[in-house]
């Protein structure tokens, strides 16, 4: 029970780490890839 527990845990900490990983990307990628795309001159 407690290896389960412990398994699922890491489980579901793994798969918010790569949601919010995938959510900062794309919000990343929105707000700045625009900016990359039309104004490469811009940092």
């Known amino acids: 029970m407690y290896i389960f527990y412990t398994y ?3 489980f ?4 918010y780490f790569y ?3 995938f ?4 919000i990343f990628f ?8 039309f104004r490469p001159y811009i940092i």
């Open 8 to 10: 699922n845990k890491c």
């Open 30 to 37: 929105f707000i700045y890839g625009h900016v990359y795309m």
């Open 23 to 26: 959510y900062y990307d794309f």
């Open 12 to 15: 579901c900490e793994l798969c």
């Open 19 to 21: 949601i919010i990983t």
